[in-house]
């Protein structure tokens, strides 16, 4: 029976070529981290400065009061300003 060449075992590369800069295999944890956390911070943001076109009254009837909601604008990026307003409301009712 005659001999092809496909039938001869082709010789396994023992390791990749390597490209000609360093790439890591991920970017840092703590980065991601950073980011999504003021991602969603500022998400949440948008969501309460829309509460500030409500009325006064309307804002009662949610639970909240304007200056409240000024205040928690104001937090710094790295805080969840939700979080702060029901701990801000916690401690305001005594709870």
Avoid: N, V
């Avoid at 981290?33 to 991602?39: F, G, I, P, Q």
Wanted: contains cysteine; hydrophobic residues 35%.
């Amino acid at each position: 029976m005659p001999r092809f060449d496909c039938d001869r075992p082709k010789p396994i590369p023992r390791r990749p070529p390597e490209p000609p800069f360093p790439m890591p295999a991920m970017p840092p944890l703590g980065l991601i981290h950073a980011l999504e956390t003021r991602l969603r911070a500022w998400l949440k943001r948008r969501r309460l400065r829309r509460l500030l076109d409500y009325d006064d009254r309307r804002l009662r009837d949610l639970g909240f009061h304007r200056e409240d909601l000024l205040w928690a604008l104001r937090l710094p990026l790295s805080h969840d300003p939700i979080q702060a307003l029901r701990h801000r409301q916690e401690a305001s009712t005594g709870d």
